[in-house]
């Protein structure tokens, strides 16, 4: 149709405005802005509608593309992040090249912001609509892409999401990677003894699906292994890990643990979080998967003992690390939280005996912990018959190295190991401070409310400000305030357990380089909070689960199930389209600088030789390429152009939005 055409003797444009229900039209006239846009030059048609991305809104913009021949589309509506492929599915259906569409944002940029400044929305709202107008008249008809997808998964991170997001894939019959860093697969949850609100065995729930993990005919699992480059595109993935050396060799290794029992170093043990010993070759818990055994070459001091009594043969203190290249089509980052270290001084972490983690609480209520379940405080062994827990402790706190956000578990997980300790020690007292409760999920705030009608729990709605021993009974004195009674408190306790903040894995950081992923607060960042919560802003990578951002076992489960259905979907299609937004390179104007290669956040760029030139020119790989327009706002000779967004597009906008100042 003649509508494809970027070379069509007039330019036509359509004006659809949105009411967006009373967000848009509570605010400004959608009537009175289509009136305005009919003024503005090659628009030959504008109206409004109450819900443009309705099936009726659809259907109109349909109807009228063919009706009065458009070839360029403005739809004034919301964010183009949430609708704006579905407008350009609209112009494809009708015929018209989708990418000679542009989306105003009225509603966003201007009618939430001046809800109660009508005049000064509309004034916006006009110049919103001219600059849309300005730039759809020098719009050009693009083509997406199309590449073969490779029908595999790479998912880094071991813990419950990886575990359940490379279950699912694999069972819809895709082949699965599953990396983790450490020696077993389970990650945190692998650490937790009960979880709320139902009180199950977390090791009974997880360790079925972590053999499950390991004898699935789909999913090859690599552990004690580390993604060390990522190279490709969606669909096209080429990945080398590095198996790190345990210095044993996994397929003749039966887990008997003669080895160990012959060893003569010990050290701390990172799995009981450092409450226990564990020997220089270990494996962290007894239900690892796979059950094999690691030396760890800083503690080992080469005695061979373990060498002497394995009768398989297994002890190998030559192995080397093994680089691993694997081809797959989608990739889901899991790789989890780390527990905030505290540094609040007026708590005395760190200098107290009887000052602990939530974590580490929550290892020695564990019935294969360092105490066999029994919690007994640091200093003596003792078990306590005062404890208080300090909630928010890292958490929605603006000072400097605090974190603003709620780490969401905290409130629960302190309630459960309360009413935990309870159970064992129903003569104890127990005492929460906290700022507010926040029971957010099913089951939770009965839970909460159980812990304290039934249980009996102290909850003290206020800050602790100052924690002090007493040097003799090794016992602390808590001093806050009681915010309800309006009161200062002075307490007396055994030992005192800090709710500490999550945080993003240290090697979250590592992971979002070699993937070019962006971050907020440290966890990844999704492309939409609401529409697309599980997929990343670069194609075919998605994220699930902590490293995303905190949250609890079940809503971990079902993001990873999130996570598992968008690359099944994408690798079911066999092929992808690639939006055409990238960048491409004059090469008549290039003189090889290289400064777009140094600064390309996607490493989409290189040097190249081509006839006629004596030095390397660059080259754009389009696939690679995620439009950011880096390049070509850095390009000294202006030898780089932004499809969809050059400099005539851009320039006309500008002047679009002075020519009513």
């Known amino acids: 149709m003649a509508n494809n055409n970027k070379n069509t003797d007039e330019i036509r444009i359509g004006v659809f405005i949105c009411h967006c229900g009373t967000n848009i039209a509570g605010v400004i006239s959608p009537q009175e802005l289509a009136e305005y846009a009919k003024t503005l030059p090659n628009v030959v048609f504008a109206t409004d ?123 819809a019959g895709y082949k699965t990677y599953l990396i983790e860093k450490g020696p077993t697969i389970g990650g945190r949850m692998a650490q937790l003894d009960k979880t709320f ?152 972490y760190g200098r107290y005996e009887n000052v602990i983690t939530g974590i580490q609480m929550e290892r020695l209520l564990s019935s294969f912990g360092p105490t066999g379940g029994k919690v007994k405080r640091p200093s003596d062994l003792k078990e306590p018959e005062k404890i208080l827990f300090i909630q928010c402790v890292g958490s929605r706190n603006l000072q400097e190295g605090q974190f603003p956000y709620c780490s969401r ?29 926040r029971a957010f999920g099913k089951g939770y705030e009965e839970f909460y409310e159980i812990v304290q009608r039934e249980y009996g729990i102290n909850y003290i709605r206020g800050r602790v400000a100052e924690i002090r021993e007493d040097p003799k009974t090794k016992n602390l004195i808590v001093r806050l305030q009681d915010t309800f009674l309006d009161r200062l408190l002075e307490i007396e306790v055994d030992m005192v357990v800090l709710a500490t903040a999550i945080v993003a894995r240290k090697e979250t950081k590592e992971i979002t380089e070699l993937l070019r992923l962006s971050t907020d607060k440290g966890f990844i960042l999704e492309a939409h909070p609401k529409l697309r919560p599980v997929d990343t802003l670069s194609d075919g990578i998605f994220v699930a689960g902590v490293a995303q951002g905190p949250k609890d076992i079940p809503d971990t489960v079902a993001q990873a199930k999130g996570a598992a259905a968008s690359a099944i979907a994408l690798m079911g299609k066999g092929k992808v389209e690639i939006e055409p937004y990238y960048s491409v390179v004059d090469i008549t104007k290039c003189t090889g600088c290289r400064t777009c290669v140094d600064l390309c956040p996607y490493q989409a760029i290189q040097m190249i030789r081509v006839e006629g030139k004596s030095h390397l020119v660059s080259y754009i790989n389009q696939v690679l390429c995620k439009g950011c327009g880096t390049c070509a706002a850095a390009c000294p000779n202006s030898a780089i152009s932004q499809c969809h967004f050059k400099d005539k597009q851009i320039y006309s906008q500008i002047l679009a939005a002075l020519k009513e100042l």
């Open 49 to 171: 509608y109450r819900f443009m991305c309705s099936d009726p809104g659809q259907e109109l913009i349909k109807e009228k593309i063919k009706e009065e021949n458009l070839n360029r589309v403005i739809v004034a509506a919301c964010s183009p992040r949430m609708h704006e492929p579905t407008f350009r599915r609209v112009c494809k259906e009708a015929g018209l090249n989708q990418f000679l569409f542009e989306q105003a944002n009225i509603r966003e940029h201007d009618t939430w912001v001046h809800m109660k400044e009508p005049e000064k929305a509309m004034k916006i709202a006009k110049d919103l609509v001219r600059m849309a107008v300005a730039k759809a008249t020098y719009l050009e008809p693009l083509m997406a892409q199309e590449v073969e997808i490779e029908p595999s998964c790479l998912i880094i991170g071991g813990g419950i999401a990886g575990i359940s997001a490379a279950l699912d894939i694999a069972t």
């Open 409 to 437: 578990v905290c409130c629960m997980y302190t309630a459960k190991q309360a009413r935990q300790y309870k159970e064992k020690h129903p003569e104890a007292q127990i005492y929460i401070s906290y700022m507010d409760i």
């Open 197 to 348: 609100p139902t009180m199950d065995c977390s090791a009974c729930i997880l360790t079925p699906k972590m053999v499950d993990t390991s004898q699935h005919p789909n999913i090859e699992l690599y552990t004690y292994s580390e993604v060390k480059k990522v190279d490709g595109f969606v669909g096209n993935f080429q990945v080398t890990i590095e198996k790190k050396p345990r210095y044993v060799i996994e397929d003749k290794c039966t887990g008997c643990g003669e080895c160990a029992q012959v060893c003569p170093v010990y050290a701390p043990n990172e799995f009981d979080e450092g409450f226990a010993p564990r020997k220089a070759i270990y494996v962290p818990f007894p239900q690892a998967v796979p059950l094999v055994f690691t030396i760890d070459r800083n503690k080992c001091i080469e005695c061979r003992l373990c060498q002497k009594v394995c009768e398989p043969e297994a002890i190998d203190f030559d192995q080397k690390p093994e680089l691993i290249d694997l081809k797959v089509g989608t990739i889901i980052v899991t790789t989890g939280y780390d527990p905030y270290i505290p540094k609040i001084e007026e708590y005395g």
